[in-house]
T-cell receptor, first 116, second 112 residues
Framework: GAVVSQHPSRVICKSGTSVKIECRSLDFQATTMFWYRQFPKQSLMLMAT?????????EQGVEKDKFLINHASLTLSTLTVTSAHPEDSSFYIC????????????FGPGTRLTVL | QQQVKQSPQSLIVQKGGISIINCAYE??????FPWYQQFPGKGPALLIAIRPDVSEKKEGRFTISFNKSAKQFSLHIMDSQPGDSATYFC???????????FGDGTTLTVKP
């Protein structure tokens, strides 16, 4: 199956700093990528949908100025957590949709963010 | 309103047994129903998926049963193995929007 990578896999930062997480589709082009947040023992919460070359669509309650998303190419989307605080500590997962229309979503391995 | 309801929350099965996880959805516009398997500290991995034009799909030990009129679908894991112990999520999505609505997850433990 298709492979999606995320970098870094784990990051620890100080409160107030910004953190960038990269999501790459390695062997397919992804016009749409999704960013999720997952708390321990909970389901995935969709944060935003990222379309190549256009602005991301954020879900209700997600601060777009806090979570900056850039989808610069068909294989790369980035999520920047700006001015991170301890409550932003979470597991962030991206996924990439293969093909147009109804396409399978492939998930990255996730990034564990810890804000001290 | 939770659009995809998943049950049970947790499940313990003996090795060799059948694991059954159920999901029910609200939105009749959903037309793609995948199941994902997630191990601790890892991202979800697509296990098997079905579209509403078929009632059943089987891949190895994994089978999805789909009941369109009841708006329900289920995952059956035959001959469950300890390595199947993970969290399973059902999901549903519609059309070109592509974004998935996930169930709350089921933690499966297969005892040796």
């Amino acid at each position: 199956g298709a492979v999606v990578s995320q970098h870094p896999s784990r990051v620890i930062c100080k409160s107030g700093t910004s953190v960038k997480i990269e999501c790459r589709s390695l062997d397919f082009q992804a016009t749409t990528m999704f960013w999720y947040r997952q708390f321990p023992k909970q389901s995935l919460m969709l944060m935003a949908t990222s379309n190549e070359g256009s602005k991301a669509t954020y879900e209700q309650g997600v601060e777009k100025d806090k979570f900056l998303i850039n989808h610069a190419s068909l294989t790369l989307s980035t999520l920047t957590v700006t001015s991170a605080h301890p409550e932003d500590s979470s597991f962030y997962i991206c996924s990439a949709r293969e093909g147009a229309g109804i396409g399978t979503q492939y998930f990255g391995p996730g990034t564990r963010l810890t804000v001290l | 309103q939770q659009q995809v309801k998943q049950s049970p929350q947790s499940l313990i099965v003996q090795k060799g047994g059948i694991s059954i996880i159920n999901c029910a959805y609200e939105n009749t516009a959903f037309d793609y129903f995948p199941w994902y398997q997630q191990f601790p500290g890892k991202g979800p991995a697509l296990l098997i998926a079905i579209r509403p034009d078929v009632s059943e799909k089987k891949e190895g030990r994994f089978t999805i049963s789909f009941n369109k009129s009841a708006k329900q679908f289920s995952l059956h894991i035959m001959d469950s193995q300890p390595g199947d112990s993970a969290t399973y999520f059902c999901a549903a999505s519609k059309g070109n929007a592509g974004k998935s609505t996930f169930g709350d997850g089921t933690t499966l433990t297969v005892k040796p």
